[in-house]
């Protein structure tokens, strides 16, 4: 069965990269990828390179995210980055990544207020969810899954849920993690059911088949095309392997052939 929603292919660069580095990696990107929107390419570059890369980008072939940002609009907040100011570079944000809340503290009220500043400034937020190493031995994955999932959307309403992205990246996954284990599919259609019948309870069913679901956590070449099978999982949230431009295009080709073969 055709699924409604749409591909993503989203790379998270982290903190690597100047502006000039990735300014030659979206020239080698652009010469690679075809102009189309499923899947749609994304690149959550870091902060400093946004500009650069919104005045080279070609938005037939990809977008840019954000891969941070204080949800105030504007004030005496020193060091900061609102998204209105940098949302003429971008069309999405990731929000509540594992890295932000647990390296940078990042509370459920920040992630919550986050979600609500990118869509108040157009911008899709990919909320990022996922348990970690120890919620998953103790059995607490599904509750794990339901509090980050409520608590984020604490502020969206009905109306807006449809420009919400939710990315599940379970912690014990991800490839910066010490003993990181990558998930294996059946891990991820059982998450990608639980976060359905969530937002169903959330939203009704209707809206939650609409909210597309992408996986993230050690995905490279080799193991994107299992994700991607996984009915209900609509895409993939890339670290590590997006760092090398041939192995991210690798990844949206496969990407291309798997979704348009449905
Ligand atoms: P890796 O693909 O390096 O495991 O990172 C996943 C991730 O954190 C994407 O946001």
Same mark, same amino acid.
């Given at each position: 069965?055709?699924?409604?929603?749409?591909?993503?292919?989203?790379? *998270?660069?982290?903190? $690597?990269?100047?502006?000039?580095?990735?300014?030659? @990696?979206? *020239?080698?990107?652009?010469?690679?990828?075809?102009?189309?929107?499923?899947?749609?390419?994304? /690149?959550?570059?870091?902060?400093?390179?946004?500009?650069?890369?919104?005045?080279?980008?070609?938005?037939?072939?990809?977008?840019?995210?954000?891969?941070?940002? @204080?949800?105030?609009?504007?004030?005496?907040?020193?060091?900061?980055?609102?998204?209105?100011?940098? &949302? =003429?570079?971008?069309?999405?944000? !990731?929000?509540?990544?594992?890295? &932000?809340?647990?390296?940078? $503290?990042?509370?459920?009220?920040?992630?919550?207020?986050?979600?609500?500043?990118?869509?108040?400034?157009?911008?899709?937020?990919?909320?990022?969810?996922?348990?970690?190493? /120890?919620? &998953?031995?103790?059995?607490?994955?599904?509750?794990?899954?339901? $509090?980050?999932?409520?608590?984020? /959307?604490?502020?969206?309403?009905?109306?807006?849920?449809?420009?919400?992205?939710?990315? @599940?990246?379970?912690?014990?996954?991800?490839?910066?993690?010490? *003993?990181?284990?990558?998930?294996?599919?059946?891990?991820?259609?059982?998450?990608?059911?639980?976060?359905?019948?969530?937002?169903?309870? !959330?939203?009704?069913?209707?809206?939650?088949?609409?909210?597309?679901?992408? @996986?993230?956590? =050690?995905? $490279?070449?080799?193991?994107?095309?299992?994700? !991607?099978?996984?009915?209900?999982?609509?895409?993939?949230?890339?670290?590590?392997?997006?760092?090398?431009?041939?192995?991210?295009?690798?990844?949206?080709?496969?990407?291309? &052939?798997?979704?348009?073969?449905?």
């Amino acid at each position: 069965m055709t699924s409604p929603r749409k591909t993503y292919i989203i790379a *998270n660069w982290k903190m $690597n990269f100047t502006p000039g580095e990735a300014s030659l @990696y979206l *020239n080698r990107l652009q010469k690679r990828i075809p102009a189309g929107r499923n899947p749609q390419v994304v /690149l959550a570059a870091p902060t400093v390179a946004l500009q650069t890369l919104s005045l080279q980008i070609d938005r037939r072939q990809c977008k840019l995210a954000a891969q941070n940002f @204080y949800w105030r609009d504007y004030g005496a907040f020193t060091g900061e980055t609102s998204i209105s100011q940098i &949302r =003429s570079f971008v069309d999405y944000a !990731l929000v509540g990544h594992s890295e &932000r809340r647990y390296i940078f $503290n990042e509370s459920q009220e920040d992630i919550a207020q986050k979600v609500a500043a990118a869509i108040r400034n157009g911008v899709t937020p990919v909320l990022c969810i996922g348990e970690t190493a /120890l919620e &998953r031995k103790d059995g607490e994955t599904a509750a794990a899954i339901y $509090n980050q999932l409520t608590s984020g /959307l604490h502020e969206v309403s009905k109306e807006d849920i449809s420009k919400v992205i939710i990315a @599940y990246e379970p912690v014990w996954a991800i490839s910066s993690n010490k *003993n990181a284990k990558p998930a294996k599919p059946a891990d991820i259609e059982k998450a990608q059911m639980i976060i359905r019948q969530d937002l169903a309870h !959330l939203y009704g069913k209707d809206i939650a088949e609409a909210v597309p679901i992408l @996986y993230g956590g =050690s995905v $490279n070449a080799d193991t994107a095309a299992g994700y !991607l099978e996984i009915e209900g999982i609509d895409g993939l949230l890339i670290g590590g392997a997006s760092l090398i431009a041939d192995t991210f295009c690798a990844i949206v080709e496969t990407a291309k &052939r798997i979704k348009n073969e449905r």
